[in-house]
Nanobody, 119 residues
């Protein structure tokens, strides 16, 4: 069974920066898409950024130019560099990875990490 462990959340002032990381451990043959989602209170979970195995990245319009998603395949880790943070970025951020054990594909989620942007 694969587990995702997230880290890097916290409290930051508007205009500040944070970097989230999410490491997968377990029986992994390969990882396809890695991504970050977020859910603010009273809102639906939304895609923030995703990166393919070929390092092609997609971003939500609200974070383009401010956030950067990257991955280290050797470490089974995905990162989210968040710059110029705004109060509306406040949410629980969830890591998502689609991986294969060599036979089947699985969709797995991290436990979530809180990001709060406030002065």
């Amino acid at each position: 069974q694969v587990q995702l462990v997230e880290s890097g959340g916290g409290l930051v002032q508007p205009g500040g920066s944070l970097t989230l990381s999410c490491a997968a451990s377990g029986s992994i043959f390969s990882i396809d898409t890695m991504g970050w989602y977020r859910q603010a209170p009273g809102k639906q979970r939304e895609l923030v950024a995703a990166i393919s195995s070929g390092h092609s990245a997609d971003y939500a319009d609200s974070v383009k130019g401010r956030f950067t998603v990257s991955r280290d395949n050797a470490k089974n880790t995905v990162y989210l560099q968040m710059n110029s943070l705004k109060p509306e970025d406040t949410a629980v951020y969830y890591c998502n990875q689609v991986y294969s054990d060599g036979i089947y594909k699985y969709d797995t989620w991290g436990q979530g990490t809180q990001v709060t942007v406030s002065s």
